[in-house]
C-alpha cells in the first residue's frame, strides 16, 4: 500500500490541523493504521493508531482530549484532527500501515510509511 500525507503546517498555539492520509494500491480496510512523529533530535514516537474498522483507537498521553484518529474505509483515507496544539507538538508526522486487523503502537511493527508531514506551532 502507498500512503500519501498531507495538511501539515504553520499554526500558532492553541490553534488547529486536520492532517490527511490517503492509501492506495491495496484494500484500505485490510490495514491498521497510525501517526507517528518525529521532532528534531528526537527519536520516533507514536501519536495515535487506529484498528482496521475504526472502531478502536488509542492515544499517547500528552495529546489525549486534543487529538481524534479517525479514518473513512470508502475513501481509503485516515485522518487526524489535531486541536489546542502545543510548541510541543512541533514534529514531522507520518502515516503508516501493517496488514492486521488490531492496532499496535510501536512503529516497528509497521511496515508502510507515508513521507511526512510538517507540523510548526508557534508560540
Known amino acids: 500500500v502507498q500512503l500519501q500525507a498531507c495538511g501539515g503546517g504553520l499554526v500558532q498555539a492553541g490553534g488547529s490541523l486536520r492532517l490527511s492520509c490517503a492509501a492506495s494500491?491495496?484494500?484500505?480496510?485490510?490495514?491498521?493504521m497510525g501517526w507517528f512523529r518525529q521532532a528534531p533530535g528526537k527519536e520516533r514516537e507514536f501519536v495515535a493508531v487506529i484498528n482496521w474498522s475504526g472502531g478502536s483507537t488509542y492515544y499517547r498521553d500528552s495529546v489525549k482530549g486534543r487529538f481524534t484518529i479517525s479514518r473513512d474505509n470508502t475513501k481509503n483515507t485516515l485522518y487526524l484532527q489535531m486541536n489546542s496544539l502545543k510548541p510541543e507538538d512541533t514534529a514531522v508526522y507520518y502515516c503508516a500501515a501493517v496488514e492486521r486487523r488490531g492496532y499496535d503502537s510501536r512503529a516497528s511493527v509497521y511496515n508502510y510509511w507515508g513521507q511526512g508531514t510538517l507540523v510548526t506551532v508557534s508560540s
Open positions: 494500491g491495496r484494500t484500505f480496510s485490510n490495514y491498521a
